[in-house]
């Protein structure tokens, strides 16, 4: 139930596993991939403040703007563009310390200095990403690849 949805830790580290755990009571009688996707965009978002986070849906060649929270973003990406779709085609996490360093960084908004993709398997298939952007430089690290990675396997 919602009213159980509560966050302790006072490191990154403790508030993820915290956040681990509230997750899988959440997710856990919910089939609904959009509904899932909504609720944890706004669970990350509130717990960690960051300035955007959400998902983009693999469909066809493209990614195409799922849940998120935050500012209006750009609706489309294409596979191997950007953060997301570079991410997407060479099926891994990027970590990106300075957007403005990202050569083909996508900007969908200014105060965007750091970011990290995490891209979701299903069957070895890619069938999206979760991507999150920080006003902070040299926001994320390993430890929010390995947490992150961990809650995208729940979906
Ligand atoms: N910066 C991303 C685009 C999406 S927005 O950050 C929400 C990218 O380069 O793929």
């Not at 899932?36 to 960690?48: D, L, Q, R, W």
């Not at 300035?51 to 799922?66: D, T």
């Not at 973003?73 to 596979?79: G, H, L, T």
């Not at 563009?81 to 050569?103: H, M, R, T, Y």
Request: proline residues 3%.
């Amino acid at each position: 139930m919602i009213e159980q949805f509560s966050i302790a830790g006072s490191t990154k580290e403790t508030k993820y596993q915290s956040l681990l755990k509230a997750l899988a009571s959440l997710l856990k009688d919910e089939p609904d991939l959009i509904a899932n996707m909504a609720n944890v965009s706004a669970a990350i978002k509130e717990v960690f403040g960051f300035l955007w986070v959400g998902f983009y849906l693999v469909r066809g060649e493209e990614l195409v703007l799922g849940p998120f929270q935050g500012s209006i973003a750009c609706s489309r990406i294409k596979k191997g563009k950007g953060v997301c779709g570079a991410s997407w085609k060479n099926e891994k996490s990027i970590i990106v310390p300075d957007v403005s360093q990202f050569l083909g960084h996508i900007a969908c908004s200014s105060l965007s200095e750091s970011e990290i993709v995490i891209p979701i398997f299903k069957n070895n298939n890619i069938t999206g990403v979760l991507d999150i952007d920080s006003e902070h430089l040299n926001h994320f690290d390993e430890t929010d690849e390995k947490y992150l990675s961990q809650i995208v396997e729940m979906l």
